[in-house]
């Protein structure tokens, strides 16, 4: 095949959502030559004006702003004595592509972890007997402090508008936020959304009987905001079209409503679309990036030289990348050697639906992250230790969409036929969830490699997830249950129907969970036992950088966005103010 | 918009008809995956079953969302033409078909067929039918509305053995699944998708469609919302 050669550029940035926006602007900022590659089609805010999305089967069933399975599947399997088998249609999780990324239709729950969970391994230590954990477990602090990373995510906080209560300003407690956050520099940008009915009977319940609910902190704005780089964003319009739909109001924080818009102006940057980056080229040394190959619209085979390379696609696609690059040495779970495609983790959910004959709950009128939370049962609020498990779980009551097809109908409703219709009249916007999000722990076994078998429509290996439940986290759901249960029966509803996982449960592939897969490409202090440093620069080739959830050495209850937001402006950070004047290894082992 | 009400007796007679009539006589109203709305289905000629899978399609659509009951069924809603134009359109020409194939696989690791979804109705409607006559003596179509409801649920819980006339790829469970998933859609899509048609089905359970406003409803709790819905065309109910 022929190839072509491109202007060279000082960065090349693969995949153009959260993270790689973040780049972009922060380095065209800079003065530097940027170009985007971009997977998918470009998304241009045009294109989601209203009425468009408010199309419940086009863009939620259909995933039409998703990544087809067809061309970016990876295989799964429950262990490495399995042979992996290839998500043929999406199901626990379902990755964006285009410009925008998944942020384009994300939910827009914008939350830290707390300080405890950054530090999950210190706390661990400290607070667990030892051996009494799972000895495959392999969790890990994350390389930096609270303080040192804070004021990327007050910045974060900034860029999409965050919207809801401060729970913790610089050390002091506030009424109405969550008092288990980590202290903020500033407070939230912007006042918080309004309750749904659902939130307010959860969070009134919630408190009464002893917890600590507060509004979801969302990216969805209540107010109208200007950010940091001058991008103005409309308040929601609560249009009941939010999770996995684009934004049709100008209101979600998304990369085109708060970076893209501005960064396109100008001049030293540009980018492609439907430009697939097959791997990062490597000098003979291996020690540095000489560009990235992708295959164009044309299908052809095209070489883009740089000088910096920013990996800022999806979680596993991330990896995989480097995996099909040879940077770093891939992962071996037997011998516990190699870094590339360690600690991947996921998440669980869960919860109980309420059904109440008479209540009107209006499900289509919300914004993607309207509702209450509480951060009680999350490492270090509650005694992890004697229950025998370590982690936690946001427990909430949320409505990030409420459109019809997939309504939740109460137990014994016929599944078709006159029953299931009737169900339909008499049920539908007349129940509401309370809701499990949970952390996630690594494990020595769960881990991300190349598939023998399954190919792209590129020839291209599969990346393959190796990953099932542990009794750690099913112990969790447990635990959690009793909670949920206990809220729900104060709340009275007329009927039930729950969802958790059993203490025997395997890893469904097919029910949604969230796209929040981490891990595989983590951050850490040492090239041992990490693929990235601090600056989630690549410990092997110094001028690759790897922002993403990719770098969570596991997975907290709170949303990523956040902290991939938070580390990604790190990590600009240090390439404007060291790696630039002096390129080479940022952190020295 | 058309306001009449489809009886029971305009049903039975769509069912019957489209058995009787070859198909190919009826003009073709549209065919193409717009203008979808409000069509009349006794006019459509599907652009996807073959006159006698449509046959079944109507039958069968008629007892997984029947008349019966409130609210409106999947033949007054134009069920079957919203599946007929998703198969047409490539409904499924987004999942990962390559090799090889582990079809006996844990069902918690999702789909592993080698089909799409146009294949499973081709082969599921042809074995259902091989089936029912078997069984019953007459195609499907032709069994009371008790019999009907039956042999579905002999397809929804494997009764009805796929493998055992042949057919190692796909079994019965998975074209009834298939198939319920698709009227439900079709049932509660958006009626420009051919589906739902004048958004009856939105306005028996008050969902009002792409409205997508309600800054002034978000304060108003527990309180009945009180219009109809709009469409992505624009058109009321």
């Keep these: 095949m022929q190839t072509i050669t491109n202007d060279e550029v000082d960065v090349v940035i693969v995949g153009?959502?959260?993270?790689?926006?973040?780049?972009?602007?922060?380095?065209?900022?800079?003065?530097?030559?940027?170009?985007?590659?971009?997977?998918?089609?470009?998304?241009?805010?045009?294109?989601?004006?209203?009425?468009?999305?408010?199309?419940?089967?086009?863009?939620?069933?259909?995933?039409?702003v998703f990544a087809k399975p067809r061309d970016a599947a990876l295989t799964v399997r429950y262990n490495t004595q399995e042979t992996a088998l290839p998500t043929r249609k999406w199901g626990a999780f379902a990755p964006g592509t285009g410009v925008g990324g998944s942020g384009l239709h994300w939910t827009g729950v914008l939350i830290r972890p707390t300080p405890t969970d950054l530090k999950l391994k210190t706390y661990a230590d400290h607070a667990y007997k030892r051996g009494s954990l799972d000895p495959d477990m392999r969790i890990k602090d994350f390389p930096f402090t609270w303080d040192e990373i804070e004021p990327y995510y007050d910045f974060f906080d900034k860029v999409c508008g965050l919207s809801g209560n401060t729970g913790n300003l610089r050390g002091k407690t506030q009424p109405g936020g969550d008092p288990f956050e980590g202290p903020r520099s500033n407070p939230y940008p912007l006042p918080a959304l309004h309750d749904t009915l659902n939130s307010s009977m959860f969070a009134e319940t919630a408190k009464r009987m002893g917890y600590h609910p507060f509004p979801n902190p969302s990216a969805n704005v209540s107010q109208p905001w200007t950010n940091p780089y001058g991008s103005q964003i409309a308040p929601c319009n609560y249009c009941g079209f939010c999770s996995k739909y684009p934004c049709l109001n100008y209101s979600k924080a998304s990369p085109q409503t708060t970076i893209l818009d501005v960064v396109k102006q100008?001049?030293?940057?540009?980018?492609?679309?439907?430009?697939?980056?097959?791997?990062?080229?490597?000098?003979?040394?291996?020690?540095?990036?000489?560009?990235?190959?992708?295959?164009?619209?044309?299908?052809?085979?095209?070489?883009?030289?740089?000088?910096?390379?920013?990996?800022?696609?999806?979680q596993f696609a991330n990896v995989r990348l480097m995996l099909l690059s040879g940077i770093g040495k891939p992962y071996d779970p037997i011998t516990e050697t190699g870094t590339i495609g360690r600690n991947y983790a996921f998440l669980s959910n869960g919860g109980a639906t309420l059904f109440f004959k008479d209540k009107n709950f209006n499900p289509f009128v919300t914004a993607g992250a309207t509702g209450e939370m509480f951060n009680d049962i999350s490492p270090g609020n509650f005694d992890g230790a004697s229950l025998g498990f370590i982690g936690g779980a946001k427990i909430h009551s949320s409505q990030s969409s409420g459109a019809p097809i997939g309504t939740s109908l109460p137990p014994g409703t016929p599944g078709w036929g006159k029953g299931w219709k009737e169900g339909m009249v008499d049920w539908y916007g007349r129940s509401m969830k309370i809701s499990i999000t949970t952390s996630c722990m690594s494990y020595r076994g769960h881990y991300l490699d190349l598939d023998p078998n399954y190919k792209d429509p590129w020839g291209v290996p599969l990346l393959r997830m190796t990953f099932d439940w542990r009794q750690n986290e099913l112990k969790l759901q447990r635990y959690l249950r009793d909670i949920v249960l206990n809220i729900s029966k104060e709340l009275k509803p007329d009927a039930m129907s729950e969802s958790f996982l059993a203490l025997d449960s395997h890893w469904d592939i097919t029910k949604y969970v969230s796209t929040h897969n981490v891990g595989g490409a983590i951050m850490g202090d040492s090239p041992k036992d990490s693929a990235l440093n601090r600056y989630l620069q690549s410990?092997?080739?110094?001028?690759?950088?790897?922002?993403?959830?990719?770098?969570?050495?596991q997975n907290f209850q709170a949303n990523p966005t956040a902290t991939i937001g938070a580390i990604t402006l790190y990590a600009a950070d240090a390439i404007k103010k060291y790696y630039l004047k002096n390129p080479g290894p940022l952190v020295k082992v | 918009m058309s306001q009449e009400k489809f009886s029971p007796s305009r049903r039975a007679l769509l069912v019957a008809t489209a058995a009787a009539v070859p198909l190919v006589s009826i003009p073709m109203v549209k065919s193409r995956a717009e203008g979808l709305e409000g069509l009349d289905l006794q006019q459509y000629k599907p652009v996807f079953f073959t006159a006698a899978e449509w046959v079944f399609i109507l039958a069968a659509c008629d007892r997984l969302i029947p008349a019966e009951g409130k609210g409106p069924g999947a033949l007054e809603t134009n069920v079957p033409i919203f599946i007929d134009q998703q198969l047409h359109i490539g409904l499924g020409d987004d999942i990962y078909l390559q090799g090889p194939f582990k079809t006996d696989a844990p069902a918690t690791m999702g789909?592993?067929?080698?089909?799409?979804?146009?294949?499973?109705?081709?082969?599921?409607?042809?074995?259902?039918?091989?089936q029912c006559q078997q069984t019953h003596g007459k195609p499907f179509e032709q069994l009371t509305a008790v019999d009907k409801d039956a042999f579905l649920t002999s397809l929804q819980k494997n009764v009805v053995d796929f493998a055992a006339m042949g057919e190692l790829g796909l079994k019965a469970s998975q074209f009834f699944g298939q198939f319920l998933s698709d009227s439900k859609n079709g049932y509660l899509a958006d009626p420009m998708y051919g589906g739902n048609k004048d958004m009856k089905a939105w306005v028996a359970i008050g969902f009002p469609g792409a409205r997508a406003a309600y800054t002034e409803w978000i304060d108003q709790h527990d309180v009945k919302y009180p219009l109809g819905p709009v469409s992505l065309s624009g058109k009321r109910a």
């Design chain 2, 111 to 130: 789909f592993q067929m080698s089909y799409a979804p146009q294949s499973v109705y081709r082969i599921g409607i042809k074995l259902a039918q091989q």
């Design chain 1, 16 to 64: 153009l959502g959260w993270a790689g926006s973040i780049m972009a602007i922060e380095l065209a900022k800079e003065g530097l030559k940027v170009r985007a590659l971009e997977r998918g089609p470009d998304r241009p805010p045009e294109d989601f004006a209203y009425p468009k999305p408010a199309d419940q089967y086009g863009y939620a069933t259909r995933n039409k």
């Design chain 1, 266 to 314: 100008m001049p030293n940057f540009d980018y492609r679309v439907n430009a697939n980056v097959i791997r990062v080229d490597l000098h003979a040394d291996k020690k540095t990036a000489r560009g990235v190959t992708y295959i164009d619209e044309q299908k052809r085979e095209v070489f883009q030289p740089a000088k910096i390379v920013i990996l800022s696609s999806f």
């Design chain 1, 539 to 553: 410990w092997d080739v110094h001028n690759v950088f790897v922002p993403g959830g990719n770098a969570f050495p």
